[in-house]
């Protein structure tokens, strides 16, 4: 009779690379979540009629959250100073609107 013993075989850098991938895959599309549920506040703030410190402050969050993904390197720079410029847009306009 043979003795079985398992060998527990080692993992290659492609499938170790595969593992991590998977989980910085994850972890980003949580924070984009996050960011856009953040920008979605701001946007039903200002269609709600909401008062201008509640949606101001709904701002000052989203662009922490935008700014918190460019540190990660979940968006890129130009991108996020985009979606900042368009909510503050909206948000300015409501404010004088009001």
Known sequence: MKSE???KKA???PEKYHRASVKRNLQNRIL?????TAI???LKAISSKATKE???ELLKQ??????KNVTKKVIKKNKSSRMKSTIAQKVKEYVLAT
């Open 62 to 67: 989203a662009q922490s959250q935008i700014d």
């Open 5 to 7: 013993t398992t060998v």
């Open 11 to 13: 993992l290659t850098s």
């Open 54 to 56: 509640e949606t101001n």
């Open 32 to 36: 984009k979540s996050k960011t856009h």
């Open 40 to 42: 979605k506040k701001v």
